[in-house]
């Protein structure tokens, strides 16, 4: 299914602001709680962890918590629970999210967000220290290239990306999908990407990221990746 390729990342990620900024997200982050699910087209749910999102940061996040460095740009911050951490351990922290309900709820909690996609402009552009792209957010636009490129663009040359990967190795899919709750009608279809540990590092090798590091917990499992070569802070 290689919608996101004919779409292209940029419109593959208009297409899923309308479903993000919609119900039932928006109404599971003001409640804090699903069920939440991303609904593959033939019927396969993923549940979305909406009650860890909206909860403190846990052991997991901790661990990404202090590989951090300097400024951070959390990529679909959702509702803010990095972002907020981030600010009281002193780092400079802004989230980007494409729904208004994850954009207000991280404010609330004292972080600072923008309602923006990843492929917008974007302040700060070249001199972001580390992003951070977890909790399934690989699968932004549905292209796992095209955004390590873009997210090559927005670091410092030596900068840091932390990316979580699925828990199964062997997973590497691409699918439209939709968000949706056990009652209510699903919402547009959009581009969304899944990737295990030995694809996201095939695919961040192509898109000019060399791997820095992995480690698991609590059952999630994360790679740091820096850029292999200055030059590439300039793809999209």
Request: net charge positive.
């Amino acid at each position: 299914m290689r919608a996101a390729a004919r779409l292209g990342p940029q419109r593959a990620c208009d297409t899923a602001e309308h479903a993000w900024s919609a119900d039932p997200y928006a109404d599971a982050l003001r409640a804090g709680r699903g069920p939440l699910f991303l609904r593959r087209a033939d019927g396969w749910l993923l549940p979305l962890d909406v009650e860890r999102w909206c909860a403190e940061p846990d052991e997991a996040d901790l661990d990404v918590l202090r590989r951090c460095e300097g400024t951070v740009l959390d990529v679909g911050c959702g509702p803010g629970r990095m972002v907020a951490a981030l600010g009281s351990r002193g780092h400079r922290a802004l989230g980007i999210d494409v729904s208004e309900a994850a954009v207000a709820h991280t404010v609330g909690r004292g972080g600072q967000a923008l309602l923006r996609s990843v492929f917008d402009p974007l302040p700060g552009t070249g001199r972001w220290g580390t992003a951070l792209l977890v909790d399934g957010n690989i699968g932004i636009g549905g292209d796992p290239v095209a955004l390590l490129r873009r997210l090559a663009s927005l670091l410092t040359p030596d900068g840091l990306l932390i990316a979580e990967a699925v828990p199964h190795p062997e997973v590497d899919e691409r699918a439209l999908v939709q968000v949706t709750d056990l009652h209510g009608t699903p919402g547009a279809p959009f581009p969304w990407a899944r990737l295990g540990a030995p694809a996201l590092l095939r695919h961040a090798k192509t898109a000019g990221w060399r791997a820095a590091g992995q480690w698991s917990t609590s059952g999630r499992t994360f790679m740091t990746l820096r850029p292999k070569h200055p030059a590439h802070r300039r793809g999209v």
